[in-house]
C-alpha cells in the first residue's frame, strides 16, 4: 500500500455521487503533470479522451445508471494492447506510428466496466526486457528511486501505478513481465492462468507464454480487475471455455487449513534480503494457520533455459509480419528483399534483434530437435514436477526478482544477467499456471519487495488468500 | 484409357502430384471475411487476413467438415490434428507464415481408383490458408524484371486442401485420369468447384525417371501447371528431360522448375541449395483439433454415392464396359441418375446411355428433355418404328424444343416403319440394278453388301432400317 486509494473506493464513491469521476480522473492527470517527465510511464497520454469518458460516467450516474465495477476508475493500458484508432507501438520504431482499427478484448471489456482509460504505457519493445530500457522510446524510471529501474517489460504500467498516475493498468506477462516490474515498484501485479484472459488484441511476443494481467495498490483491486478482464473469448483460440472463479470471496477466508508449498531446490541466486523476505513470509502464513511444506521441482532450474529458447522461437515467426508491406513503417529499397532488410534493420532494437535471431536459429532445419524440441520436453517436465508438487501443497512461495530494483545500466551490457530476472517467475509461463507479487517487506535501500504465490491452472481463489494474507501481515508492518 | 504406359528410351517416369483445392466455404479458414472469387480486390479482408498485430485465428467449422469429407471421400484416415506455421517472407504471405499442418494431418493413408480400376495412393489430405495474389506490372509478368507489384489479399485466407499423392502415377495419362476423377469427386461432395482455370484446384507434379525396378531417381517439382492438358504435356516433357540428361551422362538436380506454357518446356525456379528452411513449428495461437468419432460418422454417413461407385452402377444397368468413356462422360456430366430414371420407365438402358452421352453434352445434370420423352423415343427405336437416323433426327428435335413427343415429331417428318412387301420391293431392286454386288455378296464378299443396303436406303428416302436390310439380304442369299 502506497497511501493511494484503491479503485475499489474510488469507484464507489464515483457511484455514489461522492466525487465526479472527471476530479477523480484530474487528480490523476495532475499527478502526471507533476512527475511524468520523471518518471516516463506513458507513451501517450489520453487527456482529452479520458476526459470525456469520464465526463460520460459522469452524465450516466446523474442518469442514475450504474456504468460498472472500475466506474470512474483511470486505468492505464501497456502500449502493446490494441486501441481503435490510438497509436499502440510496442515501444517500437517499427510500429511508432500504427493506429489498430479494433480494441483489445480486455480493452473492451474494461470500458464496459466503466473504467477511464488515460493513456499507453511503456515497455521494453515487443515486451522483452526486464527494465524497459529496451525501449525505443526511453526508459521508465522508478517512481520509488528514479536512479532505478522500474523492472520489466511492463515497467511503464508498474511506475503507473505506483506513481499514482492510474489507479490500475494492465500488463503483459510471458516471462515475469508483470509480477517482476510489480515486485521492483511496491505493487500488486498477477499474471493469470493461460487462457483465463483473451489475448485478443494483445501484439504477440511469444504467444503460447502471453496472458495480460492487473497491476493494483492491493490485493482486492487485483481480485476486482481480473475478474472484469477474464472469461472466455470466442476471437482467441486459446481462450478456456470456462467461468472464471469468483475471487472476492478467498480475500478474507485466511491461510488456515492450506498446504504452502517451499521449494527446497530452487535455483539460488536471489539476493539475502530477497531470501530474508520469503523466510518471513513463510512464517506468517505458518502463523496465520498455513501448514509448510517442503517440495521439489527438479525442472525448475531448466526453465530459463527452455525459456529463451520457446519464447525466441515464437518471437522469430509472430514479428516476421512487421515486413514494411501493409502496415507501420517501411524504409524504401530498390527491391522486396532489401525493403525487407531495411525495414527491419531500421525499425527493430538490438534485443528484438537478438531474440529474433536467437529463435530463428533454434526452429531451423538440423537445429530444432537440438533445441526448440529439447525445450518443449522440458516444458512438459516442468508441467510434471508442477502436477506432482501440487498432489501435497495448495500453493507455492517464491522470490517475485532476486532483487530489488537495480540502477539503470547496471545490466544492459549483459543480456544474460537480464535474463536471470525471470528466474522465479518463467515456470509459471511454462506450465499456463497462475502466479502474482505481492509486496512484502522492503529490502536494500528500502525498496519494496514482492513475494510470489504461486498456484495450479485455475488456483487463482487460493492464490488470493494467501496473498491477502501476505498483505494484512505486510500491512501491520509485522515484516518491514 | 489411364493404363497407356509411358516408356522412353528404356526408363519409366515416376509421378506424384500435389494438387490444392479451394474449398466452396462461406468465409475464410480463421476470419469472418467471405471467401469469394472474382470481388473487387481488397474487399475481402480483415484484421486476421491482413495478419494486423494483435489479431487472432479462429478455425472454421464448415473448413474443417469439407476438408473432412475430402478425408472420408478418399478413404483415409481422418484424425486429431494440429495446424504449424510454415515460415517464408513474400510479399503477398500477409503474417509472413502460413498456417498449414505439418506432421499431424487431418486425413492420412487413403486411395482414389481410377476409372480403368488402378490404385494411386493418397499420402494425406491436409487443411491450410492461402496466400494473398501478386499480380506483377511490367516485364514478363513474373517478379523479376516487373515494374512493381500489386497484391490483392481477398484470396489469402482462403481455405485449401492439399492431397498429396503418393509417387504411384507413371504416365502422362493417369495424372490426368487421377486429375479428372479427383475433381469428379470434389464437386460430388461439393468441396470444391475445382476449376484449374479459375485457381480454384492446382496441380504441381513431382516427377522423376528410372528404369524399372530400380530406385526412385532425383525428382523435380514442376509449378505452374494451368489445365489438365498442360499436366500431361508438362510431366512428358520433364521426364523426356531428366532421361536425356541421363543418357548424356550428367545426373538430374533437385529443384523447382516453371512450366512455360508458351514454349512447352519446363524452366528452372529454384534449385534444392535456394529453397527456404520454413522452420515449421506448432501455431501457438490454435488448439490441437479432434474431430471425434460422432463427427466423422456423420460426415461418412452423409456422403453422397462418388463417381467411381455411379461408374460401377451405370455400367451394371446398361451393360456397357465400366471403363468406357460413354459411362466415364455421363457420370462426369452428372446424367447418370437421369439415364438410370429413363431406364425405370422401361426403356433400353444402352440405348439411353448412347443417346445421352451424343446429345445431351450441353444438358448438365438435369437436361430438360423429360425421361419419359426419351423413353417413348427408345421404346419406337427399339420397336423399329424408327431407324438408327430417324431416331436422331427426333432426338435432335426433342432436345431443340426442351422435350415433346416423340411420336409426333417423328410424323412431322413423315417417319413410318415401312411394311415388310415395301422393303422385299426395294431389296428386289437393289439386287436387279446392281447384280455384280449380289454375286460379290453370294460369293461372301461382306464389302459388297454395302453397295446393295445403300440402294435400299437410298431408294426408300432413308426410312428403311439398315439393320432389317442387312437381315433380308442375308436371309436371301442363304
Avoid at chain 1, 521449494?263 to 513470509?281: F, M, R, S, Y
Avoid at chain 1, 537445429?367 to 517436465?381: I, N
Avoid at chain 1, 532483487?403 to 544492459?412: E, H, I, L, M, R
Wanted: hydrophobic share 40%.
Amino acid at each position: 500500500m502506497n497511501g493511494f486509494p484503491s479503485a475499489r473506493s474510488i469507484a464507489e464513491s464515483i457511484r455514489t455521487g461522492e466525487r465526479s469521476a472527471r476530479s477523480v480522473l484530474d487528480e490523476h492527470l495532475a499527478r502526471i503533470n507533476e512527475r511524468e517527465n520523471e518518471v516516463h510511464a506513458f507513451n501517450l497520454v489520453l487527456a482529452e479522451q479520458a476526459a470525456s469518458s469520464a465526463d460520460e460516467i459522469d452524465r450516466r450516474i446523474a442518469r442514475g445508471e450504474n456504468p460498472g465495477p472500475l466506474a470512474g476508475v483511470p486505468v492505464a493500458l501497456k502500449d502493446n494492447l490494441c486501441t481503435r484508432g490510438i497509436p499502440t507501438t510496442c515501444s517500437s520504431k517499427i510500429l511508432q506510428d500504427w493506429k489498430p482499427p479494433y480494441d483489445a478484448t480486455v480493452v473492451t471489456r474494461l470500458a464496459n466496466a466503466g473504467a477511464v482509460i488515460v493513456g499507453k504505457t511503456n515497455l521494453d519493445e515487443f515486451a522483452m526486457g526486464s527494465s524497459t530500457e529496451n525501449s525505443a522510446f526511453g526508459p521508465t524510471r522508478n517512481p520509488l528511486d528514479v536512479t532505478r529501474v522500474p523492472g520489466g517489460s511492463s515497467g511503464g504500467s508498474a511506475a503507473a501505478v505506483a506513481a499514482g498516475f492510474a489507479s490500475l493498468s494492465l500488463g503483459s506477462d510471458t516471462g515475469g513481465s508483470i509480477r517482476q516490474p510489480a515486485a521492483l515498484c511496491g505493487v500488486v501485479g498477477v499474471k493469470p492462468t493461460y487462457g483465463a484472459v483473451s489475448r485478443l488484441g494483445l501484439i504477440a511476443f511469444a504467444s503460447s507464454l502471453d496472458q495480460i494481467g492487473p497491476f493494483t495498490h492491493d490485493v482486492a483491486d487485483a481480485a476486482l480487475m481480473l475478474e472484469v478482464i477474464a472469461g472466455h473469448d470466442p476471437g482467441d483460440s486459446t481462450s478456456i471455455p470456462q467461468h472464471f472463479p469468483s475471487l472476492a470471496p478467498s480475500l478474507d477466508r485466511g491461510v488456515s487449513g492450506l498446504r504452502i508449498g517451499r521449494i527446497t531446490d530452487l535455483p539460488e541466486g536471489a539476493d539475502q534480503d530477497v531470501v530474508d523476505a520469503v523466510d518471513a513470509a513463510f512464517d506468517t502464513l505458518a502463523a496465520a494457520g498455513a501448514e509448510i511444506i517442503d517440495v521439489t521441482i527438479p525442472a525448475f532450474t531448466y526453465g530459463l533455459t527452455a525459456y529463451y529458447l520457446i519464447a525466441p522461437a515464437e518471437a522469430s515467426s509472430n514479428l516476421a509480419r512487421y515486413d514494411g508491406v501493409r502496415f507501420g513503417s517501411r524504409v524504401a529499397a530498390s527491391d522486396t528483399n532489401a525493403m525487407y532488410m531495411a525495414t527491419r534493420g531500421a525499425g527493430f532494437g538490438p534485443e528484438v534483434k537478438r531474440r529474433i535471431m536467437l529463435g530463428t536459429y533454434a526452429l531451423s532445419a538440423g537445429y530444432y530437435d537440438a533445441y526448440y524440441g529439447k525445450a518443449l520436453k522440458v516444458r512438459r517436465l516442468m508441467a510434471n514436477d508442477f502436477a506432482a508438487a501440487y498432489e501435497h501443497v495448495d500453493v507455492l512461495i517464491t522470490p517475485a526478482s532476486p532483487s530489488v530494483a537495480f540502477p539503470f545500466g547496471s545490466k544492459t551490457e549483459d543480456p544474460l544477467a537480464m535474463y536471470l530476472c525471470d528466474t522465479y517467475t518463467i515456470p509459471s509461463n511454462l506450465t499456463g499456471h497462475p502466479a502474482m507479487s505481492v509486496p512484502f517487506g522492503t529490502g536494500e535501500h528500502g525498496l519494496p519487495i514482492g513475494v510470489q504465490v504461486l498456484a495450479p491452472a485455475f488456483g487463482e481463489p487460493t492464490m488470493f488468500a494467501v496473498a491477502a494474507e501476505l498483505e494484512r501481515s505486510a500491512a501491520r508492518g509485522e515484516h518491514v | 484409357m489411364s493404363d497407356a504406359a509411358w516408356t522412353h528410351d528404356g526408363y519409366e517416369m515416376v509421378v506424384g502430384l500435389e494438387v490444392h483445392v479451394e474449398l466452396a466455404t462461406k468465409t475464410k479458414l480463421f476470419s469472418a471475411s467471405a471467401n469469394r472469387f472474382g470481388d473487387e480486390p481488397n474487399t475481402n479482408i480483415d484484421p486476421v487476413t491482413l495478419g494486423l498485430p494483435g489479431a487472432l485465428p479462429v478455425l472454421n467449422r464448415q473448413a474443417v467438415e469439407l476438408a473432412m469429407r475430402i478425408g472420408v471421400a478418399l478413404d483415409c484416415t481422418v484424425q486429431p490434428c494440429t495446424f504449424a506455421r510454415k515460415n517464408y517472407f513474400y510479399p503477398d504471405m500477409p503474417k509472413a507464415y502460413q498456417i498449414s499442418q505439418y506432421d499431424q494431418p487431418l486425413n492420412v493413408d487413403g486411395r482414389l481408383e481410377l476409372s480403368d480400376g488402378i490404385v494411386i495412393g493418397v499420402e494425406r489430405a491436409h487443411l491450410e490458408e492461402d496466400t494473398g495474389k501478386s499480380t506483377h506490372i511490367g516485364g514478363t509478368g513474373r517478379i523479376h524484371g516487373s515494374e512493381g507489384s500489386l497484391i490483392d489479399f481477398n484470396r489469402a485466407g482462403v481455405p485449401l486442401v492439399e492431397i498429396v499423392s503418393r509417387p504411384d502415377i507413371r504416365s502422362p495419362e493417369q495424372a490426368k485420369a487421377y486429375v479428372n476423377e479427383l475433381r469428379g469427386i470434389l464437386v460430388a461432395i461439393g468441396a470444391s468447384d475445382a476449376r484449374m482455370e479459375e485457381g480454384s484446384m492446382r496441380v504441381d507434379a513431382n516427377v522423376s525417371v528410372r528404369r524399372p525396378d530400380a530406385e526412385f531417381g532425383t525428382r523435380c517439382e514442376i509449378k505452374n501447371v494451368n489445365s489438365v492438358r498442360s499436366l500431361g504435356r508438362a510431366i512428358d516433357y520433364e521426364a523426356r528431360r531428366q532421361v536425356a540428361l541421363i543418357e548424356g551422362g550428367e545426373s538430374v538436380r533437385q529443384e523447382t522448375r516453371h512450366w512455360d506454357e508458351n514454349d512447352g518446356r519446363t524452366h528452372t525456379l529454384r534449385s534444392k541449395e535456394d529453397a527456404d528452411d520454413y522452420r515449421y513449428f506448432p501455431d501457438p495461437d490454435l488448439v490441437r483439433l479432434d474431430p471425434g468419432e460422432e463427427w466423422i460418422s456423420s460426415v461418412r454417413a452423409a456422403m453422397p454415392m462418388l463417381p467411381a461407385a455411379r461408374r460401377r452402377r451405370l455400367a451394371e444397368v446398361t451393360g456397357f464396359d465400366v471403363a468406357s468413356e460413354a459411362v466415364a462422360t455421363v457420370v462426369e456430366r452428372g446424367q447418370d441418375e437421369y439415364i438410370l430414371e429413363v431406364a425405370a420407365l422401361g426403356a433400353a438402358a444402352d440405348r439411353a446411355l448412347t443417346h445421352v452421352k451424343e446429345a445431351f453434352a450441353d444438358a448438365g445434370a438435369a437436361p430438360k428433355v423429360s425421361a419419359a420423352d426419351l423413353a417413348s423415343l427408345i421404346a419406337m427405336e427399339v420397336s423399329g418404328e424408327l431407324t438408327a437416323t430417324q431416331t436422331k433426327t427426333v432426338l435432335a428435335d426433342l432436345v431443340a424444343a426442351g422435350g415433346g413427343d416423340a411420336r409426333a415429331i417423328a410424323a412431322t417428318h413423315g417417319f413410318e416403319a415401312l411394311e415388310t412387301s415395301e422393303l422385299d420391293r426395294f431389296v428386289d431392286e437393289a439386287i436387279a440394278a446392281d447384280p455384280d454386288a449380289w454375286a460379290k455378296f453370294c460369293a461372301g464378299e461382306p464389302k459388297a453388301m454395302g453397295a446393295l443396303v445403300g440402294y435400299v436406303m437410298k431408294a426408300s428416302k432413308g426410312q428403311a432400317d439398315g439393320k432389317a436390310v442387312t437381315a433380308l439380304l442375308q436371309s436371301r442369299r442363304s
